[in-house]
């Protein structure tokens, strides 16, 4: 872990609210599923305006970030100009397993969830990419999702306006159910998407890894903000997570 200024290089928006940001700066080397705390206002001393966000790429000196306008922090960083300086403090957390060899892959997305799963897809190369959305506006970087090789994306809108419609967790059905081989599934997304996720995974006696995207604190874990109740326990999500195996985690009703 690093806590170095970064350069925005860019900052463009890339589908409703959403935005893609390359930063330069120079991070130890990530594994899809970690995260770096960014600090918005290198001189503010708000502690409050660091934000998670999941590493999307990682070059030799550049990372990607991929975020969606939710709040005051993501509104600040939207802002955000080239040339502009950040501090980010990364790559934290622990990622996904990437020691799975055999077997189909399925990589679950929705919402903010979606840059760690394209992050694992593009490192993979080989399964089926579903990601989940509200509506066609709520789906950015469709194109490169199409273009990874060895990835087959499937979109699922809610209201059918791109894609298939119906949720995530429908092709996730349907894909099981047509190929019943092994699998492995990977998901980061809404809570109940991850629970429904697990739930379907646990059936068909399938490995699940979920990353949760608690809200967070200090992102290192100092503050307990980010604590989950799981069967071994309550853990911290920023240092023992995001990435859990799903059925470790108790989901609420
Ligand atoms: C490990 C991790 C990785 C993440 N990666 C990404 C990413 O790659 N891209 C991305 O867009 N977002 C990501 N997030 C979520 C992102 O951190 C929050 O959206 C952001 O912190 C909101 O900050 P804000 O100041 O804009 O909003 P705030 O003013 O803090 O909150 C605005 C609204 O969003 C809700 N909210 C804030 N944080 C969360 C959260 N974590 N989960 C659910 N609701 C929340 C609040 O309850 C409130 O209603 C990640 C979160 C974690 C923990
Ligand atoms: S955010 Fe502080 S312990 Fe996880």
Redesign the pocket.
Known sequence: MKDTRARVISNQEVAQD?YLMILECNLPSSVPGQ?VMVKIDETSCDP??R????I?RQGDNSIE?????????????SRKNSGGILSVLGP??NGFSLSERNGTIIYVAGG?????ILALAERIRRGYLIVGARTRADIPLWKRMEGISGIKALAMTEDGSFGRKGMATDALAELTTQDPSPCIIYACG?AGMLKAVSEQARRIRARCQV??????ACGFGVCSA?TVKTSEGSKR??VQ??VFEADLVEWGA
Do not use: H, N
């Not at 934000?51 to 999941?54: D, F």
């Not at 903010?112 to 760690?116: A, E, I, N, Y």
């Open positions: 959403t995260f409050f305006l934000r998670p966000i999941a999307l970030l991929l975020y969606k306008v939710r709040g005051a922090g993501t509104l600040e960083l934290l957390g903010t969830g979606l840059p760690p809404p990353s949760l995207e608690e809200r967070m980010c999500v920023c997570g995001p």
